[in-house]
């Protein structure tokens, strides 16, 4: 079994910053991309960065400029650092990643419990 836990988040003022992590626990062979994704209440979860093994990065164009994803492969955890947060940038955040396991063939995309990010104005 894998799991993922999220840490961070919370409440913080427009032009604040705040910082997310995810590690990636269990039964791992490998992980290939890790990622960042949101929902805010009524719209459809989305991209926010995404990160490969080779550290190839994607970014929503929301957010570039401000957010940084980065990750440690030897701890196998994914960082997320916000600055110059907007109120449109409340909502829930998930971590994604895509991981290899012994025993199994296919590779599995596993997800985060969420959390809440909430930007005052």
């Known amino acids: 079994q894998v799991q993922l836990v999220e840490s961070g988040g919370g409440l913080v003022q427009a032009g604040g910053s705040l910082g997310l992590s995810c590690a990636a626990s269990g039964n791992i062979l490998s992980i290939n991309a890790m990622g960042w994704y949101r929902q805010a209440p009524g719209k459809q979860r989305e991209l926010v960065a995404t990160i490969t093994t080779g550290s190839r990065i994607t970014y929503a164009d929301s957010v570039k400029g401000r957010f940084t994803i980065s990750r440690d492969n030897a701890k196998n955890t994914v960082y997320l650092q916000m600055n110059s947060l907007k109120p449109e940038d409340t909502a829930v955040y998930y971590c994604?990643?895509?991981?290899?396991?012994?025993?199994?063939?296919?590779?599995?995309?596993?997800w985060g419990q969420g959390t809440q990010v909430t930007v005052s104005s």
């Open positions: 994604n990643a895509d991981i290899k396991s012994w025993g199994r063939i296919q590779t599995v995309s596993y």
